[in-house]
């Protein structure tokens, strides 16, 4: 078990599962391979809730859907984004084992960002000047900054994503 990250009981969590402590041994070899399934799982859960937010439209609406999508659940406060930032979190401090996943993460996450930027430029909703790597990256590290903002009041947290969506109006 890992003495640096949150303990984890296999017995509770085998009870409440259904399966013998040996079973979750067998099918994830350690703790810490249970922690990297749920971050894995977590990280897949909230990329198709925000993929769905920013199928349809011009790029510029589908880049705002996906910034107010990924706000808006950042700033849900529910036990899932808790665990996503802490799990996050513990990528870069305390559990080596998460950081390639997050690091893939992340290089998804501003691909497909720059990606609408481009669909925008070529569809005229976004201006043709801007350097769609450059807006991909601002999004991204404003998107992380949300997520740490879980540890903010509510309505701070609703407040930043609403400044920056004005913003990237603005900038758009």
Known sequence: MSTSGPAVNFDAIAAQAGYTKGALYHHFGSVEGLVEEV????????????????????????????????????????????????????????????APIAKKVQQRQHRYMTELVRIGQRDGSIRGDLDPVAVGEMVNATLQGLLIGQLEAEKTQRRAALRFGDLLEDLL
């Not at 859907?65 to 659940?73: E, F, I, R, T």
């Open 39 to 98: 971050f894995k799982e977590a990280v897949r859960r909230h990329a198709e809730q925000v993929i769905a937010a920013s199928e349809d439209g011009t790029g510029r609406e589908r880049l705002r859907g996906l910034v107010d999508s990924s706000a808006g659940l950042y700033g849900s406060g529910t036990p899932f984004y808790r665990l996503l930032l802490r799990l996050h979190v513990e990528a870069g401090v305390t559990r080596p084992r998460l």
